[in-house]
C-alpha cells in the first residue's frame, strides 16, 4: 500500500482504479448484477471487474449479496453506508467531467455513466 500522508491519499487509494468510481457511483442509485455493470463499464473484462469488487468489498465500500436458492445463483451488488458517502465527490467529479467535455467541444462516448448526476 502506498505511504498516507492525507486524507486527500486515502480517498485517492481506495477509488483508484479505472473502474472503481463508476461502479460505486452507478451502485448509489440502485443495486446491480455483475453483467448490468459489465455493460455500463464498456471495455472491462469480468476478470478485472470482479478484481475491483472484491477490493471495493474489502475497503467497505460495496456489499455483495448471494441468493443461492435461485438457480442459477443470482449475485447482486449495493453501495454500503460508507461507500454513501463518496457520492457528492463521484457527482462533482462526473460535473467537472462534463464541463470539461463541453470546454473542449467534444462529445462524451458514454453519457449514461453521469447521468444520475444531473437528479441529485
Known amino acids: ?3 498516507i500522508n492525507t486524507g486527500f491519499d486515502v480517498v485517492q487509494n481506495i477509488i483508484s482504479g479505472k473502474w472503481k468510481s463508476i461502479i ?6 440502485e443495486q446491480k448484477r455483475t453483467k448490468d455493470l459489465l455493460k ?3 471495455g472491462v473484462s469480468h476478470k478485472v471487474l470482479n478484481e475491483q469488487l472484491k477490493q471495493m468489498q474489502q475497503d467497505g465500500l460495496v456489499n455483495r449479496a448471494v441468493y443461492a436458492d435461485e438457480v442459477p445463483i443470482r449475485v447482486e451488488y449495493s453501495i454500503s453506508d ?4 463518496l457520492l457528492p465527490l463521484l457527482k462533482e467529479m462526473c460535473d467537472a467531467g462534463d464541463n470539461h467535455l463541453k470546454r473542449e467541444g467534444i462529445t462524451a462516448g458514454n453519457n449514461t455513466i453521469c447521468e444520475h448526476s444531473k437528479s441529485l
Do not use: A, F, S, V
Open 40 to 42: 455500463i463499464c464498456e
Open 24 to 29: 460505486l457511483y452507478q451502485l448509489g442509485y
Open 1 to 3: 500500500m502506498n505511504k
Open 82 to 85: 460508507y461507500g454513501r458517502t
